[in-house]
């Protein structure tokens, strides 16, 4: 085994950690995950500790094996990652930057001088007299939930009983829903992928489409500067997931992610260098790989978790069916409403790819029997 090839740390062992593997294997770097779960996605399959990432002597010790720490969800509290870096642990991103994934607050007030809806912290429904707005949870929040449409100060009492303080937000009535990833490296190179448009059903994501096809080129590469100064801006390292609201031609800042993201998914085979390579490269400090798109247009559905059990025999059909189609399975239970795997779809006919993407996904989730 050659010595000089680093151990990149990853805290999490999920699906976005499971989908760093092979890029990992490809490139010769050793990846070291603190899971929960022996069973979690990407434990299942590679070197990993099992430990509370809220503990801070299990993450220390963790940390004391990897010659770099990332993090592949939000959850790891912001007193862990800065006793590590005051140990003398690499962590990129660092709490400095991760602090504006973690706390949806603290991102309104650094952007303030972005396009981002205006927002105010709550702690008293009277403050708030113009009526619907959108409330959200500060931390913690996925999936949609922790996010409100409310529509009266009772139903904003209503929330704030359950949350307490929280972030309330102008009610963007948006066109649609892009994501811009983007990648930076500690020497300050930066790259971003085509904007993608994200189509969410009951606040999850279900499917996406790049490059964004209601986007002009021109709103496109405003979009692109826009990730790529916020990145600037808030120094990060690694990969961002730089979620944007489009109406007519303005650009509104929803949120941040300093992780591979869904919206990203579809690089796997979608760019010459997917979204899982590139953290890598960032996180190490490599020069970052091209994120040119390997074909016209690339589609990306979700696979939910219903009541089909097995998700195997269904390969026959689909595969037979649809030869270019790629199947990402993250061997997760299959939780109602969990996302528990994808399908990737490429190619230059916007209606073909979204079709046969969507008869996948029907059929995976047994509203299409066998
Ligand atoms: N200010 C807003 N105006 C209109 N719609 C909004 C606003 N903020 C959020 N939404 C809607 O709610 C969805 C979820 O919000 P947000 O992305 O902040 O939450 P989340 O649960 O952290 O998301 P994720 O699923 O990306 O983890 C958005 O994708 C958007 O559809
Ligand atoms: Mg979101």
């Given at each position: 085994m050659s010595k000089n090839f680093p151990t990149v740390g990853v805290i999490g062992a999920g699906q976005l950690a499971r989908m760093t593997i092979a890029p990992a294997t490809a490139l010769g770097i050793n990846l070291l995950l603190l899971a929960n779960d022996a069973s979690d996605s990407a434990a299942q399959i590679t070197h990993h500790i099992v430990g509370d990432y809220r503990d801070l002597e299990t993450v220390r010790a963790f940390a004391s094996k990897c010659d770099v720490v990332t993090f592949e969800h939000e959850l790891?509290?912001?007193?862990?990652?800065?006793?590590?870096?005051?140990?003398?642990?690499?962590?990129?991103?660092?709490?400095?930057?991760?602090?504006?994934?973690?706390?949806?607050?603290?991102?309104?007030?650094?952007?303030?001088?972005?396009?981002?809806?205006?927002?105010?912290?709550?702690?008293d429904a009277a403050q708030i007299s113009t009526y619907p707005v959108i409330a959200k949870a500060i931390s913690g929040g996925y999936d949609g939930r922790g996010v409100w449409k409310v529509n009266s100060e009772a139903e904003l009492s209503a929330v704030m009983r359950e949350t307490g303080k929280i972030l309330v937000e102008e009610l963007i009535d948006f066109d649609y829903e892009i994501a811009v990833m983007v990648a930076r490296s500690p020497h300050g190179q930066a790259t971003s992928w085509a904007p993608t448009q994200t189509i969410q059903r009951d606040g999850i994501c279900t499917m996406t489409i790049s490059p964004a096809p209601l986007l002009s080129e021109e709103l496109s590469q405003k979009a692109q500067k826009l990730a790529?100064?916020?990145?600037?801006?808030?120094?990060?390292?690694?990969?961002?997931?730089?979620?944007?609201?489009?109406?007519?031609?303005?650009?509104?800042?929803?949120?941040?992610?300093?992780?591979?993201?869904?919206?990203?998914?579809?690089?796997?085979?979608?760019?010459?260098?997917?979204?899982?390579?590139?953290?890598?490269?960032?996180?190490?400090?490599?020069?970052?790989?091209?994120?040119?798109?390997?074909?016209?247009?690339?589609?990306?559905?979700?696979?939910?978790?219903?009541?089909?059990?097995?998700?195997?025999?269904?390969?026959?059909?689909?595969?037979?069916?649809?030869?270019?189609?790629?199947?990402?399975?993250?061997?997760?239970?299959?939780?109602?409403?969990?996302?528990?795997?994808?399908?990737?779809?490429?190619?230059?006919?916007?209606?073909?790819?979204?079709?046969?993407?969507?008869?996948?996904?029907?059929?995976?989730?047994?509203e299409i029997d066998e």
């Open positions: 790891i509290p912001l007193s862990i990652i800065k006793a590590l870096e005051a140990d003398g642990v690499v962590v990129r991103p660092s709490s400095a930057s991760f602090l504006y994934s973690q706390d949806k607050a603290a991102m309104r007030e650094r952007l303030k001088s972005f396009p981002s809806p205006q927002s105010w912290v709550v702690t790529l100064d916020v990145a600037q801006e808030i120094g990060v390292i690694g990969v961002m997931a730089v979620e944007i609201f489009v109406k007519g031609e303005e650009l509104f800042i929803n949120e941040l992610a300093m992780r591979p993201h869904n919206s990203g998914h579809w690089t796997i085979e979608g760019s010459l260098t997917s979204q899982f390579e590139q953290h890598l490269r960032a996180v190490l400090d490599l020069p970052l790989g091209s994120p040119s798109m390997t074909a016209p247009m690339a589609v990306m559905g979700n696979i939910l978790g219903g009541d089909k059990t097995d998700m195997y025999r269904p390969y026959l059909h689909l595969m037979a069916r649809t030869p270019t189609l790629k199947f990402h399975y993250y061997m997760k239970e299959a939780r109602s409403g969990r996302k528990i795997g994808h399908v990737n779809l490429l190619g230059n006919n916007l209606v073909e790819l979204t079709q046969e993407v969507q008869h996948a996904l029907d059929y995976l989730s047994g």
